[in-house]
């Protein structure tokens, strides 16, 4: 039987899969624990996708002409750029039904916003999203996206399991949208990940009936 938990995308890495380029993994027991019981967790490393390996040589993001491109650190002149599209793209095409995701922070592939941006020097200039973040960000605009970095307490990881379960329950959605005065999704969900913790421990509260 298909299981009725609210279905969440996350970087492999994060559940324990050594996906990462040097062969390691960036586990999160709180994520792996605490999050699996509630959610239904489907892990996906955009590298790997793209069909990168392990190990393989680390890259970095670099803001060009053309736009943003993922470069190697040592190898300068590597560029896996459209192997990383590719393997975005298909992702997308494959149409997952999706009610939040999670994502590995600093990665020039997953992070959200908090990735190095880096200039044709190879100097850090600024942050911004990876290629893989940012896809998942502008195709599911309507759905709870968090970096790990974020789930840095047990109560924000309670706070997301009920964003994502409000977004897989249109009803309690639309619901909590008029109670908050809110005109869309990305409002409601930006709003109550953003609530301080007695707040949020209201919502949580509320939408568990106790
Ligand atoms: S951060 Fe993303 S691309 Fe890097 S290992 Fe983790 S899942 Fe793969």
Same mark, same amino acid.
């Given at each position: 039987m298909a299981s009725k938990k609210p279905k969440v995308g996350v970087s492999?890495?994060? !559940? #324990?899969? @050594? /996906? %990462?380029? *040097? #062969?390691g993994d960036k586990h999160q027991p709180l994520i792996t624990t605490l999050l699996s019981e509630q959610l239904e967790l489907l892990p996906f490393c955009p590298e790997m996708a793209a069909g990168l390996g392990v190990p393989r040589p680390p890259v970095q993001l670099v803001a060009s002409d053309g736009g943003l491109q993922a470069l190697g /650190?040592?190898? @300068?002149? $590597? *560029?896996v750029t459209s192997a990383l599209q590719n393997a975005c793209n298909q992702y997308i095409a494959a149409k997952s039904k999706l009610h939040g995701f999670i994502l590995k922070s %600093?990665?020039?592939?997953? #992070? $959200?916003?908090?990735t190095p941006l880096h200039n044709d020097n190879r100097i850090a200039i600024d942050t911004s999203s990876g290629l893989f973040a940012a896809t998942i960000r502008s195709h599911y605009p309507n759905i709870p996206i968090v970096e790990e970095?974020? $789930?840095? !307490?047990d109560w924000r990881g309670r706070l997301f399991i009920t964003c994502c379960q409000i977004s897989s329950n249109k009803q309690a959605k639309a619901g909590l949208k008029f109670a908050m005065g809110k005109t869309n999704d990305q409002e409601l969900f930006s709003t109550l990940l953003s609530l301080p913790q007695q707040s949020a421990e209201k919502i949580i509260m509320r939408f568990n009936g106790c």
């Amino acid at each position: 039987m298909a299981s009725k938990k609210p279905k969440v995308g996350v970087s492999a890495c994060l !559940t #324990g899969d @050594k /996906v %990462r380029y *040097d #062969g390691g993994d960036k586990h999160q027991p709180l994520i792996t624990t605490l999050l699996s019981e509630q959610l239904e967790l489907l892990p996906f490393c955009p590298e790997m996708a793209a069909g990168l390996g392990v190990p393989r040589p680390p890259v970095q993001l670099v803001a060009s002409d053309g736009g943003l491109q993922a470069l190697g /650190v040592e190898q @300068k002149e $590597l *560029d896996v750029t459209s192997a990383l599209q590719n393997a975005c793209n298909q992702y997308i095409a494959a149409k997952s039904k999706l009610h939040g995701f999670i994502l590995k922070s %600093r990665s020039p592939s997953c #992070g $959200l916003g908090s990735t190095p941006l880096h200039n044709d020097n190879r100097i850090a200039i600024d942050t911004s999203s990876g290629l893989f973040a940012a896809t998942i960000r502008s195709h599911y605009p309507n759905i709870p996206i968090v970096e790990e970095s974020w $789930l840095d !307490t047990d109560w924000r990881g309670r706070l997301f399991i009920t964003c994502c379960q409000i977004s897989s329950n249109k009803q309690a959605k639309a619901g909590l949208k008029f109670a908050m005065g809110k005109t869309n999704d990305q409002e409601l969900f930006s709003t109550l990940l953003s609530l301080p913790q007695q707040s949020a421990e209201k919502i949580i509260m509320r939408f568990n009936g106790c």
